[in-house]
């Protein structure tokens, strides 16, 4: 499926079709992360329940720590 | 001939020194004056620290705090631009080599330097009287002690971090937007450093023209023009990511909720280091429980060519081309055996374990 991930379109295999999964494959998994899905912001808890679809758009954004 | 000639006190020319800054209508010399007025505390004096700090100290704010507990190094200088070769050669404090640089650039901002790894106390002593906290720190154990005291003293702080060609930055203002607990709920652990996955400058300068911008809006009066969003980019992938962060949040937040604890200014919420007695080594527990993924934090660290890093199922053991010595073990606790110097250990974990 395709998604427009962080403003890029992104063809992405269909077997990652929750936000958990999606993470994982951007080895963002064990980052902390704030995820917008279609212009709603998720809750941590929500990731493995929030399935993607064709042409859904996400902003991902991941904390780093050093300055 | 005037013996005085060389006194900028004496040069016309100086009273232009803001002109450019004035000449911009949003600011003006109301808003220049308002940043002659201000105090800000910049807590750590690396990579965002130079930067945020040579940016406000030339644009006129009034008085400059700086705080950092560490020593200029070789592998800094690629990035971190107040320092020289000199200072690297001499290991200088940063706060110092800072502030020399900094007075030279600007006398008449009052900046002051203080070397320390700063606790929840004296976070509390150097906070007092500021208008503002830049974050330049490396890790989040001080961001969220930043975050609990921008609360509790109704202080606005702009959080920044960069790894790689990627950065991130947000403001935080009490009683407005969400804070960093309610964006980030815990303290990462063992996530990528500049020293693990390197550095670009530009995503340093990227952060912090975003950081600053905001701190001269704020500092001038212009309230309204903040943000207001969680920003990020990679510069090398082409990417940039702006969300509303209005919904998020919390109101059981611990720190800025309707019942503060201010977690992380309790001792409980703070990593305890401890000198091994006779050892030459120095612990340190992190503040939370956490579960380290020793395989995924050998194979990172191993990438650092210059260190010899081995495995076991209990630990992960990196020795340094200095001698010294880091262990981990998977509940979080550091080793680092080959000092007894908290600060210098202190230093080590944060450069490898975030």
């Known amino acids: ?67 | 001939m005037n013996v005085n000639t060389t006194n900028i006190e004496q040069q016309p020319e100086q009273q232009n020194r803001y002109s450019r800054q004035e000449r911009f209508a949003p600011l003006g010399q109301k808003g220049q004056q308002h940043l002659a007025e201000a105090t800000v505390l910049i807590v750590g004096a690396g990579a965002l620290g130079s930067s945020s700090a040579e940016t406000l100290v030339r644009a006129g704010v009034g008085k400059v705090i700086i705080a950092d507990r560490d020593y200029v190094e070789w592998s800094n200088l690629q990035r971190q631009q107040l320092f020289t070769e000199q200072d690297a050669q001499e290991r200088m404090p940063k706060a110092i080599a800072a502030q020399r640089r900094l007075q030279q650039i600007n006398s008449e901002v009052d900046i002051q330097a203080h070397i320390a790894d700063v606790t929840a106390d004296e976070m509390k002593d150097l906070a007092k009287g500021v208008d503002l906290i830049m974050d330049a720190t490396d890790n989040f154990e001080t961001r969220l002690m930043i975050n609990d005291i921008s609360q509790k003293y109704n202080i606005p702080w702009i959080y920044g971090g960069c790894v790689g060609s990627y950065g991130i930055t947000f403001t935080i203002i009490p009683g407005v937007t969400p804070c960093l607990q309610c964006l980030m709920e815990s303290a990462p652990l063992g996530g990528d450093t500049c020293d693990t996955s390197g550095i670009i400058p530009p995503a340093v300068q990227m952060v912090v023209a975003h950081q600053c911008t905001e701190a001269i809006k704020l500092l001038s009066g212009n309230v309204d023009q903040l943000r207001g969003t969680l920003l990020s980019f990679d510069l090398w992938n082409n990417e940039q990511v702006s969300i509303k962060m209005s919904s998020a949040r919390k109101p059981h937040c611990p720190s800025c909720g309707s019942e503060p604890t201010y977690p992380y200014l309790t001792k409980a919420g703070q990593s305890k280091t401890e000198v091994l007695c006779g050892r030459d080594t120095v612990q340190i527990r992190p503040a939370q429980k956490v579960t380290v993924d020793l395989q995924e934090t050998a194979q990172r660290l191993a990438k650092l060519e210059e260190h010899q890093v081995s495995v076991t199922p209990f630990l992960v053991s990196m020795t340094m081309q200095s001698g010294q010595r880091l262990v981990i073990f998977r509940d979080g606790r550091v080793m680092v055996h080959g000092t007894k110097d908290i600060a210098e250990a202190r230093t080590l974990y944060h450069r490898y374990f975030g």
């Open chain 1, 1 to 67: 499926m395709e998604l427009i991930i962080n403003g890029n379109r992104k063809y992405v295999e269909p077997e990652y079709n929750t936000v958990s999964k999606l993470l994982e494959s951007l080895s963002l998994g064990q980052k902390t992360v704030i995820v917008e899905h279609n212009q709603q912001i998720l809750q941590k808890e929500e990731h493995p329940h929030i399935a993607l679809a064709d042409k859904d758009i996400l902003e991902i954004v991941h904390f780093v720590g050093g300055g």
